[in-house]
Nanobody, 123 residues
Framework: QVLLAESGGGLVQAGGSLSLSCAASGGTFSTYHMGWFRQAPGKEREFVAGFWPSGGSPDYAESVKGRFTISKDNAKSTAYLQMNSLKPEDTAVYFC????????????????WGQGTQVTVSS
């Protein structure tokens, strides 16, 4: 199984930046399709960003395009989400996720999930 652990959440003012990390274990990280999702109170979980194992062009939700950047370090088995120009509406619990099947990745159907880390953006 693939185990994921997020970190880096916290409180930040609107317009600020925050970087999230996701440490992975239980497989070959370089083959994972990694992604980030978020869920605000009273709302359904929504897709934020996704990344091919070999890189290429990441997939971003329209709401974060141009502000968030997904990346990974295979040597550290860690994925990252750099969040810039944060807005109050970005407040949510952020989850990292992984899938090893590229067809499911294309459909944004992830199989493994972390516990989440809280991001709060104040105005």
């Amino acid at each position: 199984q693939v185990l994921l652990a997020e970190s880096g959440g916290g409180l930040v003012q609107a317009g600020g930046s925050l970087s999230l990390s996701c440490a992975a274990s239980g497989g070959t990280f370089s083959t994972y399709h990694m992604g980030w999702f978020r869920q605000a109170p009273g709302k359904e979980r929504e897709f934020v960003a996704g990344f091919w194992p070999s890189g290429g062009s990441p997939d971003y939700a329209e709401s974060v395009k141009g502000r968030f950047t997904i990346s990974k370090d295979n040597a550290k088995s860690t994925a990252y989400l750099q969040m810039n120009s944060l807005k109050p509406e970005d407040t949510a619990v952020y989850f990292c996720a992984a899938v090893t099947n590229w067809l499911r990745f294309i459909r944004r159907e992830y199989d493994y999930w972390g516990q989440g880390t809280q991001v709060t953006v104040s105005s």
